[in-house]
């Protein structure tokens, strides 16, 4: 069914609005997926917070522009289906990732962070991303760990001193 002018017009904004606050875009061939399997595909993103949807490539090529993923325009070609992350960075490429191990037919064309395009190669790298709760935990072991250290540190003369008592003792009460 062709869109009228303003119906492309609200496709537009809309994508460029997710666009915007999308911190990674996916963009794949969907070329012998049957209906079964995009509705599968459409499930699974709608449960991962990602934003997926089929948009004619100039309609896309119009809503990246002036966006982070500007840099997209020239690997736009042929029918794809888009996805953006929502909350989690590496959301989209999971989705993808795992969808793809399930149907080989689903073929990565774009994989880009904001302002960098990267290699379709390059899904499984940020895939592998910490999610936010995990790349929080990370931090607050790192900014933990300097501080453990010096009470370890500083707790270290008095167990020493301790330790050299409790000998001392020791071998008094086996010389008796």
Do not use: W
């Amino acid at each position: 069914m062709a869109l009228n002018f303003e119906q492309k017009q609200a496709v537009v904004a809309d994508v460029a609005q997710v666009a915007a606050r999308a911190p990674v875009m996916i963009a794949a061939e969907y070329a012998g997926l049957n209906v079964a399997d995009m509705t599968r595909l459409r499930r699974e993103a709608r449960q991962a917070d990602v934003d997926l949807r089929v948009v004619k490539n100039t309609l896309l090529r119009r809503a990246v522009a002036g966006t982070e993923f500007e840099c997209t325009q020239d690997s736009l070609r042929g029918p794809l289906v888009v996805a953006f992350s929502g909350k989690e960075p590496n959301a989209a490429a999971r989705v993808m990732r795992d969808f793809r191990k399930a149907s080989p037919k689903l073929e990565v064309k774009v994989v880009a962070i904001p302002g960098r395009l990267l290699g379709p190669g390059d899904l499984d790298r940020v895939a592998a991303l910490p999610t936010r709760e995990e790349a929080l935990a990370l931090l607050m072991g790192t900014m933990k760990a300097p501080i453990t250290k010096l009470v370890r540190t500083l707790a270290a003369p008095h167990t020493k001193l301790l330790l050299t008592l409790v000998a001392l003792r020791d071998s008094k009460q086996d010389a008796n």
